[in-house]
């Protein structure tokens, strides 16, 4: 257990639908990052925050995806009118200070039916 | 652009034997690399890295790591291989201490007793 929790573990939803999820940072990391990881590939970026400020977001980011952390602490990550290929694991990582090693949560894995 | 190559999808090993996975990595300027260990449905679980100094890092579970600039390289390897090593294995780069990481596929190692 590396601190970083994710809430929930497992997400069925059907196409169309809205989809949150959570992610817990251990709690003196100030950077937060998201990741996606589809079967048989490693976890690509997908956004990254420092305290509450959303610094970077990728071209994966499609704008049927938000992220916030609205008080430097937790983060949600929402997707609107899921589809398909929106299926995938959902990973949160976070970290601290000069080239800080990323701790990763158990994930959210989505399924969209 | 930053990118990192396994170029193994699966190394299989005896259990007792010495086992490497290779990585290889292209960025602009001084690399941070880091491995990550994946068990199934679970997220990522930080082994070692790379930042500065000594090219030989040592880290968790008896995994070491050599830096090789000329060949680009940061290998994995350990002595002695555990079936309990069995697992999905990343190799990371990133450029600076606070950008997201930049994933191979992953490597799936198989230890047989």
């Known amino acids: 257990d590396t601190g970083v929790s994710q809430d929930p573990r497992h997400k069925i939803t059907k196409r169309g639908q809205n989809v949150t999820f959570r992610c817990d940072p251990i709690?003196?990391?100030?950077?937060l990052y998201w990741y996606r990881q589809t079967l048989g590939q490693g976890p690509e970026f997908l956004t990254y925050?420092?305290?509450?400020?959303?610094?970077?977001k990728s071209r994966l980011l499609s704008d049927r995806f938000s992220a916030e952390r609205p008080k430097g602490s937790f983060s949600t990550l929402e997707i609107q009118r899921t589809e398909q290929g929106d299926s995938a694991m959902y990973l949160c990582?976070?970290?601290?200070?000069?080239?800080?090693?990323?701790?990763f949560g158990p994930g959210t894995r989505l399924t969209v039916l | 652009a930053q990118s990192v190559a396994q170029p193994e999808d699966q190394v299989n090993v005896a259990e007792g034997n010495p086992l490497t996975v290779k990585c290889t990595y292209s960025?602009?300027?001084?690399?941070?690399l880091f491995w990550y260990v994946q068990y199934p449905n679970r997220g990522l679980q930080f082994l070692l890295k790379?930042?500065?100094?000594?090219?030989l890092v040592k880290g968790s579970y008896g995994f070491e790591a050599e830096f090789n600039k000329s060949q680009t390289s940061f290998h994995l390897k350990k002595p002695s291989a555990l079936v309990s090593d069995s697992a999905l294995y990343f190799c990371?780069?990133?450029?600076?201490?606070?950008?997201?990481?930049?994933f191979g596929k992953g490597t799936r190692l198989s230890v047989i007793a």
């Open positions: 709690s003196e990391h100030n950077r």
């Open positions: 960025v602009s300027g001084n690399p941070y």
């Open positions: 790379y930042i500065t100094g000594d090219n």
């Open positions: 990582a976070t970290g601290t200070g000069r080239a800080d090693t990323q701790y």
């Open positions: 990371a780069v990133r450029v600076t201490g606070n950008t997201p990481l930049v």
């Open positions: 925050f420092q305290n509450e400020a959303q610094l970077e």
